[in-house]
């Protein structure tokens, strides 16, 4: 089955720096990428995705980048706000598959 | 156009009792997923359920079990309660019709969280 690595664990920046949060994948077959912001107390959330056939994708301060070759994709935040402070999971789904695959989540932590 | 909306949010129980948590998933949505979140550990995958049949499953003891209902309402039970069940529990729905269609609306919602002492 799909397997996703997310690094780093925990993730400490000041306010106005950018963050990066890497993930890795292992089945060629995955073809759809979400990301996942999760704040204190709250539920996860939708922050922004891609497709296989796209290689970036940008929303405001947030895009995501995807490497089809070397399987891996990140997150990247720029201009960074305490409000950005929260859980962040990347996951990977298949084609065939209906569930898609967490990564085990990133801490980001934006100090003011 | 209602959300995800899990029942009861705040759950305390001792060991050895079963527990059901209730997940009422977004109109439309057929498919309802359940996952454990422990610190450290991320999300895990319980169970999903589809038109009232399981059709996909984690790792997980029979202990943890569910269902749903005609309307897309599901339940899980876990039962002989473990101190290393404390957990929030959260439920996502989606469509779950069509597979590769991405999670376009796999939608969580806001948890059970469930403590046993």
């Known amino acids: 089955g799909e397997n996703v690595e997310q690094h780093p664990s925990t993730l400490s920046v000041q306010e106005g720096d950018s963050a990066v949060i890497k993930c890795t994948y292992s089945?060629?077959?995955?073809?759809?990428f979400p990301w996942y912001k999760q704040e204190l107390g709250k539920r996860p959330q939708l922050i922004i995705d891609?497709?296989?056939?796209?290689g970036e994708k940008k929303d405001q301060r947030i895009a995501v980048t995807l490497n089809k070759t070397a399987k891996h994709f990140s997150l990247h935040i720029t201009e960074t706000q305490p409000e950005d402070s929260a859980v962040y999971f990347c996951a990977a789904m298949r084609g065939g598959s209906y569930i898609p695959t967490f990564g085990r989540g990133t801490s980001l932590i934006v100090h003011p | 156009k209602a959300g995800v909306t899990q029942t009861p949010r705040y759950l305390i129980k001792t060991r050895g009792q079963q527990v059901t948590l209730s997940c009422s998933p977004i109109?439309?949505?057929?498919?309802v997923s359940w996952y454990q979140q422990t610190p450290g550990q991320g999300l895990q995958f319980l169970f999903e359920y589809f038109s009232e049949t399981q059709r996909n499953k984690g790792n997980f003891p029979g202990r943890f079990s569910g269902r749903q209902f005609s309307n897309s309402r599901s339940e899980m039970n876990v039962s002989t309660l473990e101190l290393g069940d404390s957990a929030l529990y959260l439920c996502?729905?989606?469509?779950?019709?069509?597979?590769?269609?991405?999670?376009?609306?796999?939608?969580f919602g806001s948890g059970t969280r469930l403590t046993v002492v």
């Open positions: 891609i497709r296989s056939n796209v």
């Open positions: 109109s439309g949505h057929r498919s």
């Open positions: 089945d060629s077959a995955s073809n759809y």
């Open positions: 996502a729905s989606s469509l779950g019709d069509l597979p590769g269609q991405g999670a376009e609306g796999y939608t």
